[in-house]
């Protein structure tokens, strides 16, 4: 059992976590959640005793074995099946051991124990989790050396769960792993037979594998019973029901107080006014539970439409060394709204078939045709490290509008999703969610026709994430999606595709389907194909009437963004005139023209963003129906 009491955790003279208290029984399965920079990491350090609390105490019993994910990934020269099996450091020792041993009773003592730890199987498990991460028997015997640095985090990944540690914690294990990895990830953690705590933004991930959520806000922890879902649906009902009784309470307490204003000092009514006087004192506040709002993501409308197909292959073929296509006989359409998720294990070809798409490789042989004027954009988590470190978001966009005024410069930086304090802090000292909405941003800039995103979601919390969704779903150009993130593909992704043995074709199913054949559950092909058919052709029907009966209210929103754009680019105009301390002298007039100007926009802004605020509840509500 972990318990957690009366716990304080201070990191760089920031009070993260205070006066906590959690307890969870031996073999439960819980996910800790919360928004980026709440402590959810510092917690784990605090749990392995690499970081000492403020105050308070976590217990667990004696001689329980804790593991987590390395941070530094193996890179010597070991074979990865070696490196897997000594991370069980008891079979090690005692295999060593056995190699010296001379004492007979310790010779059986020995083997007895190499049995109760199912110690000869060993080899034959740390294989099979290997091959669920994604590493073949060829792959299994090189050199950790010898692969890239998110493969070695699988390797670390494989070791912490082949030692099977009492307390297993894992930190976003998902963010180095395809949809397949994740996938036999969600299989395993359910057979875990042990106590695992889970930080994860990945919603199916947490509502397949966790029987509870730990919910880290407002420096304390909360303990909800079942999955990532039913977390979010009761908080909401419990954040409903306070508001309720907040309100009511304030509506009591404000009648309380005008009787006793009114009569407390008449003699008749005194001892009335001093009883009400005390069930003020006494009553206690209802804190409301606010939920923080989540700046959105914005994306520019092309400047131009093109007609589809956008992009046609026909026997295309594309590699990086020539006479060696990755992917061949490629034949393929892509339309102006489509929306399309790549699925295949990594190595397959997925991020290959991006980067033709955006012409970051060219074709070797077939043909493709693409759409005159179209403009592609592609978001990669490795080009963050194409981010100018010294650089802060303003100077970034700077670069692309050379000419413009900072106003307007600031402005299109805002559309990006990050505070104005954030805009000066240079580009190493942002979190990684705030750099991808940087690269995201840049990415997007010029208005694409066609955007693709290669794991986007690595660094974005769970409400981060939601807002992703409502932005892609509301860009009218086409989208092609990498992503292990589940929800993200279902509630977006129209199409799948599948890349695989050197091609890319549709597939047939959904991501039932693919999850069944990933985890080598059966399933008849052709009786599923045959049952689901007609509902996923409604589902699509109905998915398309109701883009199509909202088109006019998203063109509303939109046209109600822009009218929200040039008023507040004209009230950061005139504040700039006002700035300046001669216009008081040269004239008078022509300021205070422009500071009533200021206060008619202001009052504009604030209507036209209320009406934002009341469209984008209506559409969200006609697209969740």
Do not use: C
Request: hydrophobic share 40%; aromatic share 6%; charged share 30%.
């Amino acid at each position: 059992m972990l318990t957690i009491s009366n716990l304080s955790l201070r990191v760089a003279g920031r009070l993260l976590i205070e006066d906590a208290g959690l307890s969870l029984p031996a073999g439960a399965k819980a996910g800790l959640v919360g928004r980026n920079g709440t402590g959810k990491t510092t917690l784990f350090r605090a749990i392995t005793g690499e970081l000492a609390p403020e105050k308070g105490e976590i217990n667990f019993p004696k001689n329980t074995r804790i593991g987590q994910v390395a941070q530094e990934a193996p890179g010597t020269d070991e074979a990865l099946i070696d490196i897997v099996l000594a991370a069980d450091t008891e079979r090690a020792a005692l295999l060593a051991e056995a190699e010296t041993a001379t004492d007979a009773h310790r010779i059986a003592e020995i083997q007895t124990r190499l049995a109760d730890i199912d110690a000869h199987s060993a080899e034959a498990r740390a294989a099979t989790i290997l091959a669920g991460l994604g590493f073949d028997q060829q792959a299994q015997q090189r050199p950790a050396s010898s692969f890239s640095g998110g493969w070695r985090m699988r390797v670390a990944l494989a070791s912490v769960l082949f030692a099977q540690p009492d307390l297993l914690l894992l930190d976003e294990p998902t963010n180095y792993l395809d949809l397949e990895g994740t996938l036999w990830l969600e299989n395993y953690l359910g057979s875990y037979p042990h106590t695992v705590l889970l930080i994860s933004h990945d919603r199916d991930l947490l509502n397949r594998t966790v029987t509870s959520i730990v919910h880290l806000d407002h420096r304390k922890l909360t303990l909800w019973r079942g999955g990532y879902d039913q977390f979010e649906r009761q908080r909401a009902e419990k954040m409903e029901l306070l508001e309720k009784t907040r309100v009511k309470q304030e509506a009591a307490r404000k009648h309380m107080q005008s009787f006793v204003d009114r009569f407390r000092y008449k003699a008749s009514k005194a001892r009335q006014a001093q009883s009400r006087l005390k069930a003020l004192e006494k009553l206690r506040p209802v804190e409301s539970m606010i939920d923080g709002s989540v700046t959105p993501f914005r994306f520019p409308e092309p400047e131009k439409t093109v007609a589809s197909p956008i992009v046609a292959l026909e026997g295309g073929s594309v590699g990086y060394t020539p006479g060696k296509p990755v992917l061949s006989k490629l034949t393929l359409r892509i339309d102006a709204d489509d929306r399309i998720a790549l699925m295949g294990a990594n190595g397959n070809g997925k991020s290959t078939f991006a980067k033709l798409l955006s012409a970051r490789l060219k074709l070797e042989g077939g043909r493709m045709t693409v759409a005159p004027g179209l403009k592609v954009a592609m978001f990669a988590q490795h080009q963050l490290d194409d981010l100018r470190p010294e650089e802060n978001a303003y100077e970034h966009v700077r670069r692309l509008m050379p000419e413009a005024p900072e106003a307007r410069v600031r402005s299109r930086v805002a559309q990006f999703g990050l505070a104005t304090e954030k805009m000066s802090t240079p580009a190493k000292d942002l979190s990684g969610g705030e750099k991808a909405r940087l690269l995201m941003g840049l990415a997007v800039f010029d208005g694409p026709n066609l955007f693709i995103l290669d794991e986007p979601t690595n660094h974005l919390d769970i409400d981060s994430r939601a807002a992703l969704i409502q932005a892609l779903n509301e860009f009218p150009g086409a989208v092609i999606l990498i992503s292990h993130d589940r929800h993200l593909i279902e509630a977006t992704a129209d199409r799948l595709w599948l890349v695989k043995d050197g091609a890319v074709a549709p597939f047939d199913g959904d991501l039932s389907d693919y999850r069944r054949i990933v985890t080598g559950q059966s399933v008849d092909r052709r009786e599923k194909r045959e049952a689901d058919k007609a509902s996923k052709a409604e589902r699509r029907r109905e998915a398309a009437q109701r883009r199509a009966a909202l088109e006019p209210l998203a063109k509303e929103i939109k046209a109600t963004e822009g009218l929200i754009e040039r008023t507040r680019q004209r009230l950061d105009a005139i504040e700039d005139q006002l700035a300046d301390p001669a216009l008081y002298e040269k004239d008078p007039k022509a300021m205070t023209q422009l500071s009533k100007e200021r206060a008619d926009l202001a009052g504009a802004l604030a209507l036209q963003e209320e009406r934002w605020l009341e469209l984008s509840s209506r559409y969200e509500e006609g697209m969740a129906q």
